[in-house]
């Protein structure tokens, strides 16, 4: 077969060149996936179940091989639909991309915080994943001072189960004041770490020290063993199959019934409402310890009104009145 030439006519639609040109270019493209490859000349689709954990990084390597592919082939994914854009990279989606699960309320957290924090963020991401397709781990371990060197994928999903941690825990203990039961944190972490990230000219460099308001708080780390700080499945965020996984997706934003109460609390933090008063206290966190406070006091009546009813008519516990 002859080698490339240069193309100088274009092929007119409905001529049977063109899907005969069309398979021939992609028909490898679904070579070693795992997941159903739809194929159409100007949307071709990939997708799978996603249920556990494996099959998200089943959904990801399969991204990651189709990116590949394109790049050996000289030919490129439009830009919203590229694997690593969007919703495609499986690790944005869970921090920057899941609107329905855990991961919004941190998504919006950061998002409040700094114009540029997400946009910092997304580049990163993105910027390491290209590093991590094109082979260059040195420079990704280098740029994220990990103690391990990253040397494959499973390391980069390791580093970014790692990565995203400590967003989960800056944004669940986004306290206005210093704390230190969940790890020595500054008041307000989220725009600490929103701070550290735009400060930085290299966006992973950035990220690294965006983590390091959760990891390295006494600025005394050399660098990070990303297999000691974070271990899968033991993180706040829970792990597990099916609908186990989807335990922490679960959020409840108004009152199922007189007994099941919700308050939402603008500028809160992980059960801060529970926690003594401090003069950082955000008004909103104040207000709604008033609220409980008489929710609660009502619940006591309730039931030592129902304790005297009982007493008096000499009735069975648990009977109604």
């Not at 949307?43 to 091989?65: C, F, H, M, P």
């Not at 494959?152 to 825990?169: D, S, V």
């Not at 992973?204 to 983590?211: K, N, P, T």
Request: charged letters at 20%; a negative charge; one cysteine or more.
């Amino acid at each position: 077969m002859p080698g490339r030439c240069t193309v100088t006519s274009e092929i007119l639609q409905g001529s049977i060149l063109s899907p005969l040109l069309f398979y021939v270019f992609v028909n490898d493209l679904d070579g070693g996936l795992e997941g159903t490859l739809s194929q159409i000349a100007n949307n071709t689709k990939l997708g799978g179940d996603i249920d556990s954990v494996e099959g998200r990084e089943a959904l990801q390597k399969d991204l990651d091989k189709s990116e590949r592919w394109t790049i050996t082939n000289s030919m490129t994914f439009p830009k919203a639909n590229r694997p690593g854009s969007g919703n495609s990279s499986l690790v944005e989606v869970n921090f920057l991309s899941a609107p329905l699960s855990c991961f919004s309320c941190e998504y919006a957290d950061f998002q409040k915080s700094s114009l540029g924090c997400v946009t910092a963020v997304r580049k990163a991401f993105q910027q390491i994943k290209d590093l991590s397709l094109s082979g260059a781990y040195d420079e990704i371990s280098s740029k994220m001072a990990t103690c391990n060197k990253i040397s494959n994928k499973e390391a980069i999903y390791q580093l970014f189960g790692f990565a995203r941690n400590a967003f989960t825990m800056m944004a669940m203990m986004d306290y206005p004041y210093k704390t230190d039961f969940m790890g020595d944190l500054p008041a307000n972490p989220v725009k600490v770490g929103c701070d550290q990230i735009t400060a930085h000219k290299d966006p992973i460099e950035g990220l690294a020290a965006l983590v390091g308001v959760f990891y390295n708080s006494s600025g005394l780390v050399q660098c990070y063993d990303i297999y000691q700080l974070y271990q899968s499945c033991a993180d706040p965020t829970g792990c597990g199959t099916g609908s186990d996984a989807e335990a922490w997706d679960y959020q409840i934003n108004s009152s199922l019934s007189p007994s099941l109460i919700a308050l939402t609390i603008k500028g809160g933090a992980h059960h801060l409402d529970l926690r003594g008063h401090n003069p950082a206290d955000p008004p909103s966190v104040t207000e709604v310890r008033k609220l409980e406070a008489g929710i609660i006091s009502s619940w006591v009546k309730s039931a030592a009104m129902e304790r005297v009813w009982k007493q008096g008519t000499g009735a069975a516990p648990g009977s109604q009145p």
